[in-house]
Every structure is written in structure tokens, then in C-alpha cells.
């Protein structure tokens, strides 16, 4: 497994090995064993799928608050998305800072993200399946999620009018929200 820093603190592009012949092909899409000789620990406890059935939809920015803050990996498994993080740690060099990598069926890429963060995806294409692991189970209590073109954070989509829930369409601005992330070293 390739990992690659981005340009925002403590988010990773993971590239698995993919080995294929005639028959198809097969990776490791996650090794706890490989992430900690890394120096990276995460111990995921829910899986995730989503499905979009069109181009345009975005999904985000959502987050969980305080002791039930997620750290997720994610990836594409049908499709693809422009996948974005948004590091919402006061105190981190990065803070207010985003990311955004295209991950798709055919790149296999995928994403960590650890606590303290926006998440959020635009789909690129239609038929998109979206798988994602947790380190902390869903807390309908503490979900929350601030809005996907808040100029605060200025996140590019790549698209003007997308397919949003009610929930995403009516979502705070950040300087509306109670988010209360804090960088520890």
C-alpha cells in the first residue's frame, strides 16, 4: 500500500496494490498491520455504502461533534467522486484548509480522514456506489453538518447547482454551527 500526504495535516491518499490476471483482480483495501508500521492507528467499527443514481449529487459537508467525532477511509467502489475534507481542528496548521481527490472504480485511491474534520462528495458520474469505515458508530445526536458552498471555507466543487437532501440544502453556515474541534499534537 502507497500512502500519500496531502497538503492538509494528517489526511492520506492510500493506493493499494491491485494484482490482476485473466480472471479479474484483487487488493487489500485495508491492513491495520501496514497503517501502524506507518505510525498511523484506527480501529474502525462500522462500514458504510451509499449509492447515488446520478451525476451532480453531493453529499456533506457532515461531520459527528464532540466524543463522537469519526475518523473514516473512504473510497468508490462504482463511479466516481470528487471526495473533500476540511480540517476543522482549531489550532492546526491547516485549519479551514481543504483537500479534494478524485476516487473512483477505476484509480482504486481512497482517503483517510481523521476526527476533526468536514466530509463531503460530489458524484462525477451516474451509478455511484460509496463505501466508508468508521472508527466510531453513527450518533444520530451528535450529527451534524455545515453548508457545502460556505464561502468561510470556499470549497471548489466543480459544479454550480447540485443535487442536495433537504438536510444538505438547509444545513448551517459554519459561523451558525456549535463545531468544536481542537488540533492536539
Request: charged share 25%; hydrophobic share 40%.
Amino acid at each position: 500500500m502507497n500512502l500519500i500526504k496531502t497538503n492538509v495535516l494528517d489526511v492520506y491518499i492510500l493506493e493499494p496494490k491491485v494484482f490482476g490476471d485473466n480472471r479479474g483482480w484483487f487488493m487489500e483495501s485495508w491492513s491495520k498491520k501496514t497503517m501502524e508500521e506507518a505510525g498511523l492507528h484506527y480501529d474502525f467499527v462500522q462500514d458504510n455504502h451509499s449509492y447515488s443514481a446520478q451525476k451532480g449529487v453531493l453529499r456533506g459537508l457532515h461531520f459527528q461533534k464532540g466524543a463522537d467525532a469519526q475518523a473514516k477511509l473512504v473510497r468508490c467502489a462504482k463511479g466516481a467522486v470528487l471526495d473533500v475534507a476540511v480540517d476543522m481542528r482549531k489550532g492546526s496548521p491547516t485549519y479551514k484548509k481543504w483537500v479534494a481527490v478524485e476516487l473512483s472504480a477505476e484509480n482504486y485511491r481512497q482517503l483517510l480522514i481523521p476526527r476533526g474534520f468536514l466530509h463531503g462528495f460530489v458524484t462525477l458520474t451516474d451509478e455511484v456506489e460509496f463505501l466508508y469505515k468508521a472508527d466510531q458508530f453513527y450518533a444520530p445526536q451528535a450529527d451534524r453538518n455545515i453548508r457545502w458552498n460556505d464561502p468561510e471555507i470556499g470549497v471548489d466543487w466543480g459544479i454550480e447547482n447540485p443535487i442536495l437532501s433537504e438536510k444538505d440544502a438547509n444545513a448551517p453556515f459554519l459561523s451558525e454551527s456549535d463545531i468544536d474541534f481542537v488540533y492536539e499534537q
